[in-house]
């Protein structure tokens, strides 16, 4: 059975959706779900001009096909080498396809909020954890994202013990969910004098970035408090009470933003970095209830997992979801999408499957 039959139900489904979402929007603005469904109408409309896209790419292509079997001589030549483009570009929309319509994720669509933490190894699992900022950083720039920093604990050497930040872009986190687990690196540490390799790693989270309207703090629930920044060097550290915490008193989680000069930004920061982890244990639980606790190792997020090698002496970082290796100098310069290919085939293989 082709895609097109297979996925004919939910594009319909998706079409009078989008239709009730336009009815809804036409009223104004005034009422509470407003953005919410704003925010949804667009995500439909852009799957559905993906679908409409790799539709019109089908007729074209069955065309040019028919041209090239039937067509005059002179045509035919034509008519292959046309059939050939809209092939490749039919292949193309067919991906994006699938990775719109077979993942039913709502949140694929929003920012990204990545944590990194040093682990096992001191100094070393710390300055690992600044080599993955840098990744992101340039992974980032590559795809024309920006970074914001929401909270970073340095060490004299260079190094995180912790660091967060919010990346802004279009579908950053349906990207950059892949990068959540354990990350583990093979090397001669700077501090080594024996030439030594060590083993030492660092965890990844990746959470979807959340609104205010998505899910709501309430102010009884919340502990609010400011100090001193802390942390090496700097004019402002320990000068003034800018750095705040915030803690869930419900669940005991705690965050602490000090990375803005102002004591309101980096109120905003921590609330929306504590609003991010409390929706995630939120969309776990409703992920783990949908799926009957199963996790699939591609995407799940499981912190606990080891996910994949930075090797140094052998230049080459390995996946081990795919089983495959890359370039480390590449990935250090940023370029991941070799990987999150390769995942997110993956991923496409897997849900085919499900159908």
């Given at each position: ?122 100094e070393e ?48 986190f349906r ?54 920044s802390s ?125």
């Amino acid at each position: 059975m082709e895609l097109a039959q297979v996925l004919q139900a939910r594009v319909e489904a998706l079409r009078a959706r989008r239709a009730e979402l336009e009815s809804r929007l036409a009223e104004g603005g005034g009422r509470p779900d407003y953005a919410r469904w704003s925010r949804e109408y667009g995500r439909l409309g852009k799957q559905l001009e993906v679908w409409e896209r790799y539709e019109r790419l089908g007729r074209e292509l069955e065309e040019a096909r028919g041209l090239a079997r039937e067509g005059e001589a002179g045509m035919r030549e034509l008519a292959e080498e046309e059939a050939a483009r809209l092939e490749a570009e039919h292949a193309a929309a067919e991906k994006e396809v699938l990775d719109l319509f077979l993942d039913t994720d709502e949140d694929l669509g929003r920012e990204a909020i990545v944590e990194i933490r040093a682990g096992t190894g001191g100094e070393e699992a710390a300055l690992f954890a600044a080599d993955l900022y840098r990744i992101y950083e340039r992974f980032a720039a590559v795809r024309g994202w920006s970074l914001e920093l929401l909270d970073a604990q340095a060490t004299e050497l260079g190094g995180f013990k912790e660091i967060s930040f919010q990346v802004a872009g279009e579908e950053s986190f349906r990207f950059l969910r892949f990068e959540s687990g354990t990350h583990r690196v093979q090397r001669v540490p700077a501090t080594e004098t024996q030439g030594r390799i060590h083993t030492s790693a660092a965890t990844v989270a990746v959470l979807p970035a959340v609104e205010e309207v998505d899910f709501e703090l309430r102010p009884e629930d919340l502990e609010i408090s400011a100090m001193r920044s802390s942390g090496p060097g700097g004019q402002h550290v320990n000068k003034t009470s800018s750095a705040v915490r915030v803690v869930h008193l419900p669940t005991g989680l705690s965050v602490k933003c000090q990375e803005e000069k102002s004591q309101l930004r980096n109120k905003e920061k921590a609330l929306a970095l504590l609003r991010s982890r409390l929706y995630e244990q939120e969309r776990r639980r409703r992920e783990e209830e949908r799926k009957g606790l199963r996790r699939s190792q591609v995407g799940s997020g499981d912190r606990s997992g080891r996910i994949r090698t930075y090797n140094w002496p052998q230049n080459r970082v390995t996946d081990h979801r795919v089983g495959q290796s890359f370039s480390l100098e590449q990935v250090l310069e940023g370029r991941l999408d070799p990987i999150l290919e390769a995942l997110l085939e993956q991923e496409r293989a897997r849900r085919l499957a499900e159908l």
